[in-house]
């Protein structure tokens, strides 16, 4: 089971960025899925949590700004980053909590993080 981030990049203050993490291998069910964003020096922060019946929360940092989503077809969330902020700049990491086939209680997975760099 992998989780895959995808969509970092380079982009100046303002400007928006749209990361995408899909989970592949064999799995009963997803839970909550999330985004974290972790600097040099500082803990890795969550940012944005959505509920396997889509109910979200943000940090207050990125309310109205970011936007997180998923398709349970495509095993995937999503975080539509808009208005971004030199602050933003961090690498970004996914995390699931995976149903797997027979195991009761789901299990925490990572995805291996994407660069977010926003210039000024």
């Known amino acids: 089971v992998q989780l895959q981030a995808s969509g970092g990049g380079l982009v100046q203050a303002g400007g928006s960025l749209r990361l995408s993490c899909a989970v592949s291998?064999?799995?009963?069910?997803?839970?909550?899925m999330d985004w974290y964003r972790q600097t040099p020096g500082k803990q890795r922060e969550l940012v944005a949590t959505i509920t396997s019946g889509r109910d979200t929360n943000y940090a207050d940092s990125v309310k109205g700004r970011f936007t997180i989503s998923r398709d349970n077809a495509k095993n995937t969330v999503y975080l539509q980053m808009n208005s971004l902020k030199p602050e933003d700049t961090a690498v970004y990491f996914c995390?699931?909590?995976?149903?797997?086939?027979?195991?009761?209680?789901?299990?925490?997975?990572w995805g291996q993080g994407t660069l977010v760099t926003v210039s000024s």
């Open positions: 291998g064999s799995i009963f069910d997803i839970n909550a």
């Open positions: 995390n699931a909590d995976l149903y797997l086939p027979g195991r009761y209680s789901p299990q925490d997975y």
